[in-house]
């Protein structure tokens, strides 16, 4: 199998705070997670791309201040959102590429729901 | 950077009736072409994939072409069952090795009327 997990699944914060958001795969080792924001019925938009042991590289438009990313194992990498504000609840899902192979498959997690009041 | 494009946004067919989802990208450059299922309220899941050296690919009832001359490619579903209800994405990416990075289509949501 290729399991990813996400832990919480949902939490609801209030403005001003930070929240940490994990990102495990559970039975691979993983050099590469992504992190997504997804909107109501709208895309998987991609906030980063994280390697293991090195700095993430943020798309357009991120602010890496805000979403901190830390991959610091090969199965672990966490999202931590900085001073949450309301617009930036959100439904944010990571996802995990196989280290030692040359397959592309990403592998998803089930996704955090954050509502920032 | 490279933009995908995907219609239609929603899609409504008869169970057995086949379904269509069309992708198109912009740079010539990407070379896999992964398709993404999304069922509600859960994770996506790689349902079939493609290289630009391919031009179809089968996998029982789904199937997907590539178009490398005109940028596009399809999935196609025949015989649509209503657990085939989903919303669907397309994704382009370039790269070699484990380095791609897919840009997605914004999805298509695909109901099966039992």
């Known amino acids: 199998g290729a399991v990813v997990s996400q832990h919480p699944s949902w939490v609801i914060c209030k403005s001003g705070t930070s929240v940490k958001i994990e990102c495990r795969s559970l039975d691979f080792q993983a050099t590469t997670m992504f992190w997504y924001r997804q909107f109501p019925k709208q895309s998987l938009m991609l906030m980063a791309t994280?390697?293991?042991?090195?700095?993430?590289?943020?798309e357009q438009g991120v602010e890496k201040d805000k979403f901190l990313i830390n991959h610091a194992s090969l199965t672990l990498s966490t999202l931590t959102v900085t001073s949450a504000h309301p617009e930036d609840s959100s439904f944010y899902i990571c996802?995990?590429?196989?280290?030692?192979?040359?397959?592309?498959?990403?592998?998803f997690g089930p996704g955090t729901r954050l509502t920032v009041l | 950077g490279e933009n995908v494009e995907q219609h239609p946004s929603t899609l409504s067919v008869q169970e057995g009736d086949s379904a269509v989802i069309k992708c198109t990208y912009s740079?010539?450059?990407?070379?896999?072409f992964p398709w993404y299922k999304q069922e509600l309220g859960k994770r996506p899941q790689l349902i079939i994939d493609i290289r630009s050296n391919v031009g179809e690919k089968k996998d029982q009832r789904i199937a997907v072409t590539l178009n490398k001359t005109a940028k596009h490619f399809s999935l196609h579903i025949t015989e649509t069952q209503p657990e085939d209800s989903a919303v669907y994405f397309c994704a382009a990416s370039m790269g070699s090795g484990g380095s791609y990075i897919p840009t997605f289509g914004r999805g298509t949501s695909l109901i099966v009327h039992p």
């Open positions: 740079d010539s450059a990407s070379n896999y």
């Open positions: 994280s390697n293991e042991g090195s700095k993430a590289t943020y």
């Open positions: 996802s995990a590429r196989k280290a030692g192979t040359s397959r592309n498959e990403q592998f």
